[in-house]
């Protein structure tokens, strides 16, 4: 399996844009999670997916934020309109289980808001 | 709520022995694992405890001690290539939505 695949790499983008991250999770795997990652804030949970149904939306900033999981092997997070302090290394991340720790992480989309 | 505290940067030598300390509080717990981040990479899992003690993984100890929320990640024979971000994580079930969530990682950087 190639892993977690995350689509673009980078991203540069203006304010107000539409701005759509893609992942693609290890096949067979029934749990997504989305992170975005700081400086300062460190490794935040945006949001989590079960089996495709998002169970833990609690991590989404704030309305400008959706996520998507329309089947088991495609997730999408999209911000519109897009902020410079939306700027961050947004990963994707899989595991297989509930309660499985081990959590394979794609290779991040770098975000870059002016 | 939860969290996940750690220090935010370890300094040491080649060779030498390194501790990571994570203390938690969550809503629910199965177990602590721990991850390793290069600059620009990402995380990648290194360990997971479940029960009380310690595990063994070749240079890499984890310990984890559930009646004081508290565990560590230990770091023998240091090499300049294990300077990277070191996270604790756990799988929060607290109203039952499992989300994994990760602490405020450690900065390890090892030197000549």
């Known amino acids: 399996d190639a892993g977690v695949i995350q689509s673009p790499r980078h991203e540069v983008t203006e304010m107000g844009q539409e701005v759509t991250l893609r992942c693609k999770p290890i096949?067979?795997?029934?749990?997504l999670f989305w992170y975005r990652q700081t400086m300062m804030r460190g490794l935040e949970l945006l949001i989590y997916?079960?089996?495709?149904?998002?169970?833990?939306d609690s991590g989404m900033p704030e309305d400008r934020f959706s996520a998507k999981m329309p089947n088991a092997s495609f997730s999408t997070l999209k911000i519109q309109p897009s902020e410079p302090r939306d700027s961050a290394v947004y990963f994707c991340?899989?595991?297989?289980?509930?309660?499985?720790?081990?959590?394979?992480f794609g290779q991040g989309t770098r975000l870059t808001v002016v | 709520g939860q969290s996940l505290e750690q220090p935010s940067e370890v300094t040491a030598v080649e060779g030498a022995i390194v501790q990571i300390n994570c203390t938690y509080q969550?809503?629910?717990?199965?177990?602590l694992s721990w991850y390793q981040q290069h600059d620009g990479g990402a995380p990648t899992f290194l360990s997971y405890?479940?029960?009380?003690g310690l595990e063994e993984t070749g240079r890499f100890s984890s310990f984890l001690s559930r009646s004081d929320s508290y565990g560590y990640l230990l770091l023998q024979e240091l090499q300049m290539k294990d300077s990277a971000s070191y996270f604790c994580?756990?799988?929060?079930?607290?109203?039952?939505?499992?989300?994994?969530?990760f602490g405020t990682g450690t900065l390890l950087a090892v030197q000549p």
């Open positions: 096949s067979g795997h029934n749990s």
């Open positions: 994580a756990v799988r929060d079930h607290g109203g039952a939505t499992n989300k994994l969530i």
């Open positions: 405890n479940a029960l009380d």
């Open positions: 991340a899989s595991s297989l289980g509930a309660a499985n720790t081990e959590a394979f």
């Open positions: 969550t809503s629910g717990f199965y177990g």
């Open positions: 997916f079960n089996n495709n149904v998002p169970i833990d």
